[in-house]
């Protein structure tokens, strides 16, 4: 099974708007993170958010928020007020803490588009 | 903050030849780093994961004698695409965990992108 979902292969979203980019996860794992990751053209991979399996609140980092709801599986990320910079792949990826393994399972990601 | 750098950020290799590939946190030891692949329009899926001092552990399916990683000191781990194909056209990526303690330190390099012809 995928441990990670991403279902919408690309999104639009007008300047200045608020959009939310789908992730849905998939561990017995009760300890684990989830990450938000911004791939531009160039290749890089830009950290954007992180919550933890154990967070009371959702985490929010500037524009980006992420909601997350744990008894869904799902870690969607909002990014508001949308700029024609944030036109990029955006990917959703997990760590699971008790296997030790320190590496991250990512989603298919999803194309963001912002349009003027 | 932490960076993690890759060398070459590209490269053109014959089919048959061999492609070395290096990784290197700048600032902050790291004992183990992880090499991604990604081709094109796709995710990032884990090759290996490579330990100081010790054999790396490749993903299943990963031909170990093919992509050798050597990871020789604490801030340098190399990929090495050996007898290269045109199927092994990638973009190849590191990653670096600051410290394993911390869930969400994780650093990636600029990423590799190999073409071979």
């Known amino acids: 099974a995928q441990k990670i979902t991403q279902t919408q292969p690309g999104m639009f979203v007008q300047e200045k708007e608020a959009v939310t980019l789908d992730c849905t996860y998939d561990t017995s794992d009760p300890s684990y993170g989830l990450f938000w990751y911004k791939q531009p053209s160039s290749g890089e991979m830009i950290f954007l958010i992180y919550q933890g399996s154990y967070d009371q609140q959702n985490a929010t980092e500037g524009r980006y928020s992420l909601n997350f709801q744990k008894a869904r599986k799902s870690a969607n990320l909002v990014i508001s007020a949308s700029q024609l910079g944030d036109s990029a792949m955006y990917f959703c990826a997990m760590r699971e803490v008790q296997t030790g393994a320190n590496n991250l399972f990512f989603g298919t990601g999803t194309r963001l588009t912002v349009i003027p | 903050g932490a960076v993690v750098s890759q060398h070459p950020s590209w490269v053109i290799c014959k089919s048959g030849t061999s492609v070395k590939i290096e990784c290197r946190s700048l600032d902050f030891q790291a004992t183990t780093m992880f090499w991604y692949r990604q081709f094109p329009k796709q995710s990032l899926m884990l090759m290996a994961t490579?330990?100081?001092?010790?054999?790396?552990?490749?993903e299943q399916g990963v031909e170990k004698d093919k992509f050798l990683i050597n990871h020789a000191s604490l801030t340098l781990s190399t990929l090495t695409v050996t007898s290269a194909h045109p199927e092994d056209s990638s973009f190849y990526i590191c990653?670096?965990?600051?410290?394993?303690?911390?869930?969400?330190?994780?650093?990636f390099g600029p990423g590799t992108r190999l073409t071979v012809t």
């Open positions: 990653s670096a965990p600051k410290d394993r303690s911390t869930i969400y330190e994780q650093y």
């Open positions: 490579s330990n100081e001092g010790s054999k790396a552990t490749y």
